[in-house]
């Protein structure tokens, strides 16, 4: 599907919706972290009949599938003009196999975690599957966990994607949920500022430092 990456109402950043501050932070609330953005209407004109066409498939998808008539999480509309709003999201972590351990958590020491949830971040890993978020520019190159969050939002892209469905009996409703499985950029938004800047004095390769919590590396386990 073709859309524009809102800017607001978006956790795209290399941890999601995963927050440090909150309280006494464990390992569990990186099982619960999500990404997630909203898909709205291009802005650029050739991409507008893509996205449309995609959102009556979605209407006709949820109408030919519902049970209640009542469908919750997918599709919500919003002020006249704008158009409607696609939610998508996908979890950090999922269950996985026993015999698949080790080479997800050799793939999640290359992911960037601010030092302080570091231990948290390889525990939860030893444990369970972290699938990276996957997005590409347009020539076919990843985009760096660090700058994920900005050169995402605002961006025309193209999502793929898998649509789940549930009948909530309790609540006599249908949710459906997209979980995105790859974005590819096909026209950047507008540039934010970089959180992050490369230390030039020692060649670009290292990362200035401030406080522990501003210090994004390639995850190593740390020692006591």
Same mark, same amino acid.
């Given at each position: 599907?073709?859309?524009?990456?809102?800017?607001?109402?978006?956790?795209?950043?290399?941890?999601?919706?995963?927050?440090?501050?909150?309280?006494?932070?464990? =390992?569990?609330?990186?099982?619960?972290?999500?990404?997630?953005?909203?898909?709205?209407?291009?802005?650029? @004109? *050739? =991409?507008?009949?893509?996205?449309?066409?995609?959102?009556?498939?979605?209407?006709?998808? *949820? %109408?030919?599938?519902?049970?209640?008539?009542?469908?919750?999480?997918?599709? %919500?509309?919003?002020?006249?003009?704008?158009?409607?709003?696609?939610?998508?999201?996908?979890?950090?972590?999922?269950?996985?196999?026993?015999?698949?351990?080790?080479?997800?958590?050799?793939?999640?020491?290359?992911?960037?975690?601010?030092?302080?949830? @570091?231990?948290?971040?390889?525990?939860?890993?030893?444990?369970?599957?972290?699938?990276?978020?996957?997005? =590409?520019?347009?020539?076919? =190159?990843?985009?760096?966990?660090?700058?994920?969050?900005?050169?995402?939002?605002?961006?025309?892209?193209?999502?793929?994607?898998?649509?789940?469905?549930?009948?909530?009996?309790?609540?006599?409703?249908?949710?459906?949920?997209?979980?995105?499985?790859?974005?590819?950029?096909?026209?950047?938004?507008?540039?934010?500022?970089?959180?992050?800047?490369?230390?030039?004095?020692?060649?670009?390769?290292?990362?200035?430092?401030?406080?522990?919590?501003?210090?994004?590396? @390639?995850? *190593?386990?740390?020692?006591?």
């Amino acid at each position: 599907m073709i859309g524009t990456i809102a800017q607001r109402s978006s956790e795209l950043g290399p941890l999601g919706s995963y927050d440090p501050s909150y309280n006494r932070p464990s =390992y569990n609330d990186f099982l619960n972290a999500t990404w997630s953005f909203e898909l709205i209407r291009p802005s650029c @004109a *050739q =991409y507008v009949p893509a996205f449309e066409e995609a959102i009556e498939a979605l209407r006709v998808l *949820q %109408r030919l599938v519902s049970e209640t008539g009542n469908n919750r999480c997918l599709l %919500r509309d919003t002020e006249v003009g704008l158009g409607p709003v696609v939610q998508f999201e996908r979890a950090l972590f999922a269950k996985q196999p026993e015999h698949e351990s080790d080479a997800r958590l050799q793939e999640s020491l290359a992911w960037p975690v601010p030092y302080s949830s @570091a231990k948290r971040f390889i525990y939860a890993s030893a444990r369970h599957c972290f699938a990276p978020l996957l997005a =590409y520019h347009a020539n076919g =190159y990843a985009i760096a966990p660090v700058d994920l969050d900005t050169q995402l939002r605002g961006s025309i892209v193209e999502v793929s994607f898998t649509l789940r469905h549930h009948t909530l009996r309790t609540y006599d409703c249908d949710q459906f949920r997209a979980h995105f499985d790859k974005i590819v950029v096909l026209h950047p938004g507008p540039r934010c500022t970089r959180p992050l800047k490369f230390n030039e004095a020692r060649g670009g390769d290292t990362l200035d430092r401030g406080s522990p919590d501003d210090v994004w590396f @390639a995850t *190593q386990v740390p020692h006591d």
